[in-house]
């Protein structure tokens, strides 16, 4: 039976250090050996404009998405998706990601409030990815990459609405962009806002930049019919079985996801 709706999970963090946006590392590998053991396939970005498309997938598909690019991507979630023989997007902010040696499992990853001051402090390379992690990432299947803009900036924050605040972002999502290009042979089509903030005047921005396909945090159904400018994912806590299997199971489905979409609000 092909897939009647996708569902799209968000995670941010997998780490030891609770908070915000944070999934522990046993809570991870207990989500995913749960997709292993009830068949569930993981599929890319690429699958994801294809069955917008109309090509079918296959009827348990889900994408797994990481935002941001951190560190412990790779330290915690990275070892664990290999295990399953699983495959996650990460949507890359371009430009906080450096060079350095690939690091090792006993490597330090902060808190999401830690991270987040260290990236204030032009610190970023000890709270992200760099660029060796995501080539092992990608020669080990584990892992493809797309934007999440080049600066993480919310340009509405900065601008009055207008052709200053448009060219802003133009001028982000192209160095985005060129920045996969060079690192990592092409562009992508797949953009995610940073904290989910759009507004409309930005899709004909993200298109002229070559992203066509764009990511939000909003509750919404993913069908071959939808709009492929909107798509909404599942924010995943701290919690596993029944609560993870439900969610699973109602974002599958037209009805019983839109019916709940509709009782609880985007």
Request: proline share 6%; with cysteine.
């Amino acid at each position: 039976m092909s897939a009647r709706a996708l569902p799209i999970l968000m995670y941010h963090h997998v780490s030891p250090n609770p908070g915000l946006v944070t999934v522990s590392p046993p809570t991870f590998r207990k989500q995913m050996a749960w997709l292993r053991e009830h068949g569930w396939w993981t599929v890319g970005c690429d699958e994801v404009s294809a069955f917008l498309d109309g090509e079918p997938l296959p009827g348990k598909s889900v994408l797994i998405t990481f935002d941001d690019g951190y560190l412990d991507n790779w330290v915690h979630a990275h070892p664990v998706l290999k295990e399953f023989g699983l495959s996650a997007a990460i949507f890359l902010i371009t430009g906080w990601i450096g060079d350095g040696p690939v690091r090792d499992a006993t490597a330090d990853c902060p808190s999401h409030k830690d991270c987040m001051a260290a990236a204030r402090a032009g610190e970023q390379a000890r709270v992200m990815l760099n660029w060796a992690e995501v080539a092992a990432m990608r020669h080990a299947g584990t892992a493809q990459f797309h934007s999440h803009t080049h600066s993480h900036t919310r340009w509405d924050q900065l601008y009055p609405p207008g052709a200053a605040r448009l060219a802003a972002l133009a001028k982000d999502l192209a160095a985005s962009q060129r920045t996969l290009s060079e690192r990592l042979g092409g562009a992508s089509r797949h953009l995610c806002w940073p904290q989910g903030y759009y507004e409309p005047d930005y899709f004909a921005v993200a298109a002229a930049a070559g992203f066509d396909t764009l990511y939000t945090t909003e509750k919404r159904v993913n069908v071959p019919t939808g709009d492929r400018r909107r798509m909404g994912r599942i924010v995943i806590k701290e919690r596993a079985d029944t609560w993870f299997a439900r969610r699973l199971a109602l974002f599958s489905s037209p009805f019983w996801g839109g019916l709940y979409v509709r009782l609880r609000g985007a």
